[in-house]
């Protein structure tokens, strides 16, 4: 599968942004999906998973209540709203896919062969 993320840009704290990783193939469903996140100078982290069917879900405690993750498989497209953002959100977003059983989200990069090229957010205060 190939992964295409859109939708970052520069926002003001307390502002709102919505990603999209729009995923090509027909076969979207088999693939649990996750968003990572890289700030300057820094390691690539965990922000959200979801399961192939979307009911199970994950999150960095750092953004639990803020970010919701969600997918529309007849639209082969994932999401991430970002509400109330903070300017230590500012990072290069990247959504990535992996092959997964009914039910699984995962929180680590290993688990993902499947990585889109990055979006960048910018948020300032």
């Known amino acids: 599968v190939q992964l295409q993320a859109s939708g970052g840009g520069l926002v003001q704290a307390g502002g709102s942004l919505r990603l999209s990783c729009a995923a090509s193939g027909r076969t979207f469903s088999s693939y649990a999906m996750g968003w990572f996140r890289q700030a300057p100078g820094k390691e690539r982290d965990f922000v959200a998973a979801i399961s192939r069917a979307g009911t199970i879900t994950n999150y960095a405690d750092s953004v639990k209540g803020r970010f919701t993750i969600s997918r529309d498989n007849a639209k082969n497209t994932g999401y991430l709203q970002m509400n109330s953002l903070k300017p230590e959100d500012t990072a290069v977003y990247y959504c990535?896919?992996?092959?997964?059983?009914?039910?699984?989200?995962?929180?680590?990069?290993?688990?993902?062969?499947?990585w889109g090229q990055g979006t960048q957010v910018t948020v300032s205060s």
């Open positions: 990535a896919a992996a092959r997964a059983v009914t039910g699984s989200v995962m929180t680590r990069e290993y688990e993902y062969a499947f």
